[in-house]
T-cell receptor, first 114, second 110 residues
Framework: NAGVTQTPKFQVLKTGQSMTLQCAQDMNHEYMSWYRQDPGMGLRLIHYSVGAGITDQGEVPNGYNVSRSTTEDFPLRLLSAAPSQTSVYFC?????????????FGAGTRLSVL | GNSVTQMEGPVTLSEEAFLTINCTYTATGYPSLFWYVQYPGEGLQLLLKATKADDKGSNKGFEATYRKETTSFHLEKGSVQVSDSAVYFCALTGGNQFYFGTGTSLTVIP
């Protein structure tokens, strides 16, 4: 099983550029989420989705957009990258419509914004 | 609101030493509690979980007990190995969201 697949693994952007971080899962999970991981901050939730067509904001949503047109995919868009968005980004998915179940994480995307 | 506080690291232990990583939480309602582990260069993976008070989660020699009276979920292992070197995250669920602690880095030396 592929599980949760994130692409790219590494990315360097210039301030103001846009890009999309891809996340796909093949486990038919309803719940998907995006986190950023920063030193000393742990993981902070950016956006999440409880099913196709439904998204909601997490703790740190500013500067990021998401959509969920299919069960499998949950892309994260940076419309105008800023140095403060330099981080490691993780996508995760879980069964059911609740985050109470086990979350499965992708390997991460390391993003640098210059 | 919901939050998780875990002991700061880094923690360095000799092989076969006893490990405790403290975790306390603040939550509304009755959350489920988790420990996740992150090995270098990888995403997080579930280590163990507990869904109600007095439950004990266990896996790979690690244990943690859901203590509602002290709002704690401390991680313990009786004898650590070099392969246990990783970052450990305590987490809880609240509504549709997960809340993670800041992580504790563990290094086990031979």
């Amino acid at each position: 099983n592929a599980g949760v697949t994130q692409t790219p693994k590494f990315q360097v952007l210039k301030t103001g550029q846009s890009m999309t971080l891809q996340c796909a899962q093949d486990m038919n999970h309803e719940y998907m989420s995006w986190y950023r991981q920063d030193p000393g901050m742990g993981l902070r939730l950016i956006h999440y989705s409880v099913g196709a067509g439904i998204t909601d904001q997490g703790e740190v949503p500013n500067g990021y957009n998401v959509s969920r047109s299919t069960t499998e995919d949950f892309p994260l868009r940076l419309l105008s990258a800023a140095p403060s968005q330099t981080s490691v980004y993780f996508c995760a998915s879980s069964t059911g419509g609740s985050a109470k179940n086990i979350q499965y994480f992708g390997a991460g995307t390391r993003l640098s914004v210059l | 609101g919901n939050s998780v506080t875990q002991m700061e690291g880094p923690v360095t232990l000799s092989e076969e030493a006893f490990l405790t990583i403290n975790c306390t939480y603040t939550a509304t309602g009755y959350p489920s509690l988790f420990w996740y582990v992150q090995y270098p260069g990888e995403g997080l993976q579930l280590l163990l979980k507990a869904t109600k008070a007095d439950d004990k989660g266990s896996n790979k020699g690690f244990e943690a007990t859901y203590r509602k009276e002290t709002t704690s979920f401390h991680l313990e292992k009786g004898s650590v190995q070099v392969s246990d070197s990783a970052v450990y995250f305590c987490a809880l669920t609240g509504g549709n969201q997960f809340y993670f602690g800041t992580g504790t880095s563990l290094t086990v030396i031979p």
